[in-house]
């Protein structure tokens, strides 16, 4: 074939290299011949518990209309978030995941000659879905592996239409306050939708980090989106949602596809929402395993990002490609970060107190110790 397809692409797509997911079990497995039953998997922030009990026994509730689409405006799901969250049912949007939001947002908002602002060492998905419609990906240095704020609201031009943020921001696990998420709003201009990622806001302890629903009253072009993914424990069911605006909600409503959330994720995720005992149990076992992992860290005399996620990143000083090497030979798939501008690092899920002393057992192996 003498077409490059590739260069038929547009400019922005051209420049962006695919995502790479965590390596899956069953891939490790095959390349290495390693039994998948030993193999430990602490790289893609997933909650090491298991779905809710009462996710399961809504999913099997309606295996039986596996043959009817779901609903489409995804009603009980969406009454149950607004009554949860004290917010109107038009002000819920949801998605295939929280990416699926990130990307209705680019496409209603973000165009050529428009942009984006967001972090450098931020999630992977802003830029692939700001340049994926064209428009320019302003990338603001960090602030000790963190979104410096003032950099990013300086940032902002006539041009931009979006600022991404994250609280705690993945991968590096930082986190900001009330006062500084106030202090960013206040100067951001109304005709910039500001995105909240709070993709990891349920492993937050007490009033830790600032819950960005309750920001919206005064600030209409704020947009906080969150997931079912992580401590709702559903990641392979792909259910995330938007709360905005009602007037935000309408227009991402237009470009949103149809049934994008499936029946089962609309009925687990209903189920997973009333599951607080679950919710909390999560919560105390990503606590308890942080401490676990960042007392392993300390005793091998490593340095790390404290972390408000469901993840830590590690620094080895050096380059991490060999040690990550050297885990996945030992069977203990983690995240290698070079891609987000950050070689030195791994960054870990948090996973069951055997995971974690797996992963910390093999790590003392890679380094020598």
Not at 165 to 171: D, E, K, L, S
Not at 273 to 294: K, V
Not at 313 to 336: H, K, M, T, W
Request: glycine letters at 8%; a negative charge.
């Amino acid at each position: 074939m003498s077409c490059d397809f590739l260069a038929l692409a547009q400019p922005g797509v051209q420049k962006l290299s695919p995502y790479v997911p965590g390596k899956p079990v069953d891939e490790l497995a095959r390349e290495l011949d390693l039994d998948p039953a030993t193999i430990v998997k602490l790289a893609s922030n997933e909650n090491p518990l298991g779905p809710s009990p009462k996710a399961l026994e809504a999913i099997k509730a309606h295996l039986d209309e596996l043959t009817r689409y779901p609903d489409g405006n995804g009603f009980v799901l969406k009454s149950k978030l607004a009554e949860r969250y004290g917010v109107g049912v038009e002000q819920v949007t949801l998605g295939n995941g929280s990416n699926d939001i990130l990307e209705l947002v680019a496409r209603a908002y973000l165009a050529p000659g428009l942009n984006a602002v967001f972090s450098e060492h931020a999630f992977a998905v802003y830029p692939i879905a700001t340049q994926a419609v064209g428009a320019q990906a302003k990338q603001v240095p960090a602030r000790q592996w963190g979104h410096d704020l003032d950099a990013m609201l300086a940032a902002v031009d006539g041009n931009t239409r979006v600022v991404f943020i994250a609280n705690p921001n993945n991968p590096t696990g930082t986190w900001f306050d009330s006062e500084a998420l106030e202090r960013f709003l206040s100067g951001v201009p109304e005709r910039v939708l500001v995105v909240l990622d709070e993709a990891y806001i349920e492993y937050a302890e007490g009033a830790e980090l600032p819950n960005g629903l309750s920001f919206m009253a005064a600030h209409p072009n704020l947009l906080v989106s969150r997931t079912f993914s992580k401590a709702y424990g559903l990641a392979a069911l792909r259910v995330g949602y938007a709360i905005s605006s009602a007037r935000i909600a309408d227009v991402l409503n237009r470009v949103r596809q149809p049934f994008n959330v499936n029946s089962l994720a609309l009925a687990a995720a209903c189920a997973a929402l009333d599951d607080q005992a679950y919710l909390s149990e999560s919560r105390l076992c990503n606590s308890t395993g942080m401490r676990q992992l960042e007392t392993g860290f300390k005793a091998m005399g490593l340095d790390w990002i404290s972390s408000r996620a469901n993840f830590i990143a590690v620094d080895f000083g050096r380059d991490a490609a060999p040690i990550n090497q050297s885990l996945l030979r030992d069977g203990v798939i983690v995240r290698p970060v070079a891609s987000y501008g950050m070689p030195t690092f791994l960054r870990v899920s948090i996973g069951t107190e055997a995971e974690n002393a797996r992963f910390l057992e093999a790590l003392r192996k890679a380094l020598g110790h």
